[in-house]
């Protein structure tokens, strides 16, 4: 059981929540506590869109344990429209084929099961492709 | 110009790569480190340093150095082991280098050993992820093997790659493996089996991803002046090392498609060694997928950016080529034995300047440029080893 490490990063999970460095602006998804362009201690925190594009995708027949009931599966580094880069699944393809270049939001979603039926579900982001207004 | 603090290679060890189910991880390391303490005519080392990547995992079994210091009857000297990914064979030459250079240590033994058949399927490739950033890679699913495949696919793209446009990696590695005794695969591979091969992750297909597999490889270093007089060999010694670091997540990086750690390395291992690329006889490159091959041999300066496949295509890594890669086969025949891979790449570029690489041997090669990497070049050692006249 792994709930500390898991529940610990709820913000960034559910809500996309980054830093942002005070002096230099630079923006960070996964949240950083020292900037690693000027050196600066982070201590400001950052609400992603959860817009963004496709930068490249793949897709996994061979998963890991936890991921295996659910494969294949396709994951992407995903462009956000502030400027990080993220690794995350994508979901709600339906016939769909990732592309690069692909316009995707944020969605919440399982991550993965912790081993048997009484395991813990782990949720977080995902990227589907982006609904037409 | 030879200094008497010069660290020198005296003896190396190998056992081969492949689905070793009958010899336990220690068995493996114990018969590497023998062979190699043997080729260097028995001396007695002081410290053993152990690069593996995986064992808590694998084989549920920390603690490498005591075990495998006394399980080769060298129980009572130093003996850690040293983690870096898949560098981290290359990790514990770089710390042999420092022990024996700073003079604090006059012989070391250095051993890299990894035993991936202990554990198989999901539970294998979980140990695998765990080399990525476990909190932002692993937990979206996030496979080694994807996380490659996420950069073959983004230069594919940028660079205008045909569909085949890495096929001359793989094809090279095999026609190489054939002549390596020690080697997981000795069969080479036409173009049309690269184009029909199952895809794995796409755009990698089953020829894009060096085979993971249990090895064990060993080498034996001491200084120039500790020497025994009357040594058999040419002499080898290490002109240089040097190691970088990177993000773990080629995410976190402002060009996933530069690597930034094999680029400084490399850099450094030049002007260590007072020599430029083109003094290069053989390129030992990290070619865990084919992807990582072309962009280590874009990061050292042997091709633009994206256009390194051309050379894999063209014919110029191959033995008599312009640039020889893989030359025993590289990990995609030889096969990727995990933290043992340094040390393979060390012991082969080893034979190769002393002139024993057999049917393999590149003509005259003096100056042998070797790199070893943990991740998407998240860490890059590199050493260049160098023929003295």
Redesign the interface.
Known sequence: MEIA?HWR?KEQRYNLVGSVCPECKQKYF?PREVCPKCGSDIVTAFTFSGRGEV??????????????D?GP?S???VRLEEG??????LTDLGEAKPE?GMLVEMVTRR??SDGDERGML?Y?Y?FRPMLKA | MSKKTDVIITGVGQIPVGENWETSLRSMATQAMRAAIADADNPKPQALYVGNMLASTLSRQAHLGALLADYSGLTGIEAESLEAGGASGGAALRQGYLAVASGLVDVALVVGVEKFTDTIGPEGESALATLADADNESIHGLTTIAQAALLAQRYRHEYQIPTDGLLGFPLTAHANGVGNQNAMFRKAITPDAYRKAEPVCDPLNLFDVAPFADGAAALILTRRELLPTGYRYPVIHIAASAVASDTLSPADRADPLWFNAAQTSVEQAYLKAGIKSQQVDLFEYHDAFSIFAALSLEAAGFAMRGRSWQMAADGSLALTGQVPCATMGGLKARGNPGGATGIYQAVEATLQLRGQAGTNQITDAKTALIQSLGGPASVAVTHILAREE
């Open positions: 490490r990063l996964p930068y490249s995708y793949t897709t996994i027949y061979e998963a890991p344990s936890g991921f295996d659910t599966y994951v992407a580094l990080p880069l993220v690794t995350a699944q690069i991550l993965r782990i977080g995902k």
